[in-house]
């Protein structure tokens, strides 16, 4: 049951018609615990009450399924404005982007001359960029970029999958280069991922490991206690300094945790996503936990004294609702014919 609700939120995730609809509905249907708001200003509040508890920020404008120049551009010109704006407050954060935000899917050397002007911009104000890792198909594309770019920028980085078979021979290949370690949130298929949890979480502890005893820095982006656990003994073991990593988790999951590592000692840094593009990132983390569905149900339907919600928020909840539904009787019966044939 838990792998057909994981393939069916990753479903809705992928498509395009749903995340259109959900910049229409507005922000709703509880994404407001996981997503910071949808503009500059909103965002740049979160970041300043992280770090005044210690903590640091990468910040994610969120978009995907860009297919056309005008809205790249626009991605663009919004990240340069974040940065702008980080530079300006003074905060604590450095960004985080997708390549198919910034026209992978249209032309990858546009796509590079993009991450071009955001990098030297960034590179002016000393922040640091990562290059989120999306899906399989992706994959290679966003390394050939990166390694483009590594050419003449030094402030940038990517996220290893530790789902994915290549991810040791890769990272070996982006030794110098700083990395996020992920378990990898995407549908992939047996040919090129671990399909077992336990292989992906005993991929990801090996390559942790391999990199805190090397030198590049590298963030751990998991809320896996039993990892984040293990890996603290590790560094403790081998006297690593706490400079050569930091633990890095998503805005909203495991408030508790991520202060108690930031009090610990530990360098934190917050993954903050915001802006109107909200749903595929927000039905992916629906995918890897189904109790994250609690807290939003309560959250769109009820109102704090657990009254039921009207207008256009329970309205935003019905139609995704009844989208969901629609979309889940579509799957089943398609699946349920490809098992026929
Ligand atoms: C900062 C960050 C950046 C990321 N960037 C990318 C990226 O670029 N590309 C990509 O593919 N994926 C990315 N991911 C997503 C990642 O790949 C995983 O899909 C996601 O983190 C879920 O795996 P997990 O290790 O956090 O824990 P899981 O494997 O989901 O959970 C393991 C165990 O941890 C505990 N746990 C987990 N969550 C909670 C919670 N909320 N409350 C209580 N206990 C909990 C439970 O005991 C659970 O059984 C990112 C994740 C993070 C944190």
New binding site residues.
């Given amino acids: 049951m838990a792998n057909v609700m994981r393939d069916f939120f990753i479903g809705l995730s992928n498509n395009r018609f749903l995340n259109t609809q959900a910049k229409k509905w507005g922000f709703s249907l509880g994404a407001d615990k996981f997503v910071a708001g949808t503009t500059v200003e909103s965002v740049m509040e979160a970041v300043k009450e992280l770090n005044h508890q210690g903590i640091s920020c990468?910040l994610d404008n969120l978009g995907e399924f860009v297919s056309d120049k005008t809205e790249a551009g626009e991605a663009k010109d919004k990240i340069i404005r974040l940065l702008n704006t980080i530079h300006e407050e003074n905060v604590d954060c450095h960004l985080?982007v997708k390549l198919t935000q910034l026209g992978l899917d249209i032309d990858q050397a546009y796509c590079t001359e993009n991450m071009r002007e955001i990098l030297d911009i960034a590179r002016q104000y000393n922040i640091f960029v990562n290059i989120?890792?999306?899906d399989y198909s992706h994959y290679d594309q966003t390394l050939e970029v990166l390694q483009a770019l590594r050419k003449d920028y030094d402030n940038v980085g990517t996220?290893i999958?530790s789902y994915l078979y290549r991810a040791e021979e890769d990272m070996e290949n982006l030794k110098n280069v700083r990395l996020?370690i992920?378990?990898?949130?995407?549908k992939e298929s047996e040919e090129v991922a671990y399909p077992e949890?336990q292989d992906i979480?005993r991929n990801?502890l090996e390559l942790a490991k391999q990199r805190l005893a090397g030198d590049t820095f590298t963030?751990i982006?998991?809320?896996?206690?039993?990892?984040i656990n293990e890996l603290k003994a590790f560094a403790d073991e081998h006297n690593i300094d706490h400079d050569k990593f930091e633990f890095?988790?998503?805005y909203g999951?495991?408030n508790d945790m991520q202060n108690k590592l930031a009090n610990e000692g530990y360098n934190f840094?917050t993954?903050i996503p915001f802006g109107d593009d909200w749903f595929g990132y927000f039905m992916?983390r629906l995918a890897?936990?189904p109790?994250?569905m609690t807290l939003v149900l309560k959250d769109t339907f009820y109102t704090e004294d657990n009254k039921l919600k009207k207008g256009p928020i329970a309205a935003g909840g019905a139609v995704a609702a009844t989208s969901a539904i629609a979309l889940w009787c579509v799957k089943a019966k398609r699946d349920r014919k490809k098992d026929n044939e």
């Fill in positions: 990468t985080s989120d890792m999306e996220v999958q996020r992920v378990k990898g949130a995407y949890k979480d990801f963030s982006g998991t809320h896996d206690h039993h990892i890095q988790m998503l999951f495991r840094c993954y992916r890897e936990r109790q994250n």
